[in-house]
């Protein structure tokens, strides 16, 4: 692993003489990301100094940039209001791809992932479907261009603060969902990042077809929205209690439990959880069923109609 400095180290930076670095927001497996400020328009986004193998100059490091500068730049292909907006990939002052690391510069979603959502308690099935079907949007918009996000998970999915106040008696609003980190992201024609077996990505959520080498299709991604939801309404993921270690095993070979609290969505659970691909739902089917689940929830939870006098 690469050893850049102090993340502190970075507060106040301007990276290509535009984007001043504000204050770290978070990190994680994949990278660090900073609020950071366009000093040329004045708005404000969010700054991502990835991980890469290796230290800068060494061959493994230089793979590593090449690959993420191709593959950020294919992201920024993906056009949809539910996958974050790239802006901009730049490299650090006084390098280049050869030597240097790429920053990668998004927007700023005001709000928090559905992991931090998630320790709060589940969602319930009607918010569960509407947050499938914004992601599995933004998986769409993706596949129609070639990319395979290779990494969904709750952490990699926002959930925005939306801008107006609850109306009364309307409830809490619902903001936008935004799909995010598509930095591992495939595309096809480029070498994987990872020796066989393609594991990249969270054990929960990697598809037992590249577990077995098969390599990532837009069917994994629908395996892996398939956890994301089903440990959105049950508060854990189809292993929990898996031993970590075992937990690639347990994907590739164990029989996901029956979700209890999923309502209408069980059964499309089900059909994203089996191990063969050609099995599962297809994109517009799970979009089908997501819809009349939603609809059906809504119909569910409307008052009853005052009686007739």
Sequence with gaps: MSNDGDPGDAEGRILDGRYRLLDRIGSGGSGTVW????????????????????RPGDE?????????????RAAARV?????VTIHDVVMEEGTDVEGGLPWIVMELIDGESLRETL??????????AR??????????????????HRDLKPANVLLGIPPLPAQPGRGRPRGRVVV?????????????????????????????????GR?????????????????????????????????????????????????PLAPLLQGLLRRDPEHRPTPEDTATALEAARADLDRSASPCPAESR
């Design 131 to 148: 947050v499938g079907l914004a992601v599995l949007g933004a998986l769409r918009a993706a596949h129609a261009v070639g990319i395979v």
């Design 119 to 128: 320790r709060r308690g589940p969602l319930d099935p009607a918010e569960a």
């Design 79 to 83: 056009d949809h209001p539910c996958a």
């Design 215 to 263: 390599g990532a299709g837009p069917a994994s991604d629908l395996w892996s929205l398939g956890v994301l939801l089903y440990t959105a309404v049950e508060g854990r993921s189809p292993f929990h209690g898996t031993p970590p270690q075992s937990t690639p095993a347990a994907v590739f070979a164990a029989e996901p439990p029956e979700p209890e609290r999923a309502g």
């Design 35 to 54: 609020r950071g400020r366009d000093e040329l328009t004045g708005g404000q986004v969010a700054v991502k100094k990835p991980w890469l193998p290796g």
């Design 180 to 212: 995010t980190d598509f930095g591992i992201a495939h595309v096809p024609g480029e070498g994987s990042r990872t020796a066989a077996g393609d594991g990249v990505g969270s054990p929960d959520f990697i598809a037992p077809e590249r577990r077995s």
């Design 60 to 72: 493994p490091y230089r793979r590593a940039a090449h690959r993420l500068q191709r593959e950020a």
